[in-house]
């Protein structure tokens, strides 16, 4: 019994055809140029993110203009005046080109809130992290875009 049940599982696990959904396998495009404006650290981290789409051998090869920018506002305060939550919005704005033609002007915003923390150090290591899944998102969206072109 145990046998059959061990050969069953092998069986099950090994047939699994994982692939990632955003895998550049299955990307039938390539980024070409990227030129950017706004944010220096956001469009450094959306780049990063983007730069397996570079090296893909796709005959269909765009280029990008990306204009990024990142606010960190108050929007709630305590009787003292002290902020309690904040919000931080990321807004890119994506111009997809091909041959110096714009395909597609994409507008991708995020925004999350979240508790000030008065320990400075976990705040800005807790921003980098809502900082870096919303440009995660954001990549996200954009290849969803780009694959529907």
Same mark, same amino acid.
């Given at each position: 019994?145990?046998?059959?049940?061990?050969?069953?599982?092998?069986?099950?696990?090994?047939?699994?055809?994982?692939?990632?959904?955003?895998?550049?396998?299955?990307?039938?495009?390539?980024?070409?140029?990227?030129?950017?404006?706004?944010?220096? /650290?956001?469009?450094?981290?959306?780049?990063?993110?983007?730069?397996?789409?570079?090296?893909?051998?796709?005959?269909?090869?765009?280029?990008?203009?990306?204009?990024?920018?990142?606010?960190?506002?108050?929007?709630?305060?305590?009787?003292r005046g /002290?902020? /309690?939550?904040?919000?931080?919005?990321?807004?890119?704005?994506? !111009?997809?080109?091909? !041959?110096?033609?714009?395909?597609?002007?994409?507008?991708?915003?995020?925004?999350?809130?979240?508790?000030?923390?008065?320990?400075?150090?976990?705040?800005?290591?807790?921003?980098?992290?809502?900082?870096? /899944?919303?440009?995660? !998102?954001?990549?996200?969206?954009?290849?969803?875009?780009?694959?529907t072109l």
């Amino acid at each position: 019994m145990k046998k059959l049940l061990i050969t069953f599982l092998l069986i099950l696990l090994t047939s699994c055809d994982y692939s990632p959904i955003y895998s550049t396998e299955d990307s039938k495009f390539r980024i070409n140029e990227i030129k950017t404006t706004g944010n220096k /650290k956001i469009n450094k981290i959306f780049i990063k993110k983007i730069t397996k789409f570079k090296n893909n051998s796709s005959n269909i090869i765009y280029d990008l203009e990306v204009s990024s920018f990142k606010i960190v506002r108050s929007i709630a305060k305590d009787e003292r005046g /002290k902020t /309690k939550i904040l919000e931080m919005i990321i807004s890119f704005n994506i !111009n997809i080109k091909r !041959n110096d033609k714009i395909l597609k002007n994409k507008n991708i915003s995020n925004n999350f809130s979240y508790n000030n923390n008065s320990n400075k150090f976990e705040l800005n290591k807790y921003e980098k992290d809502i900082q870096n /899944k919303m440009i995660e !998102n954001t990549v996200e969206e954009f290849i969803l875009t780009v694959k529907t072109l």
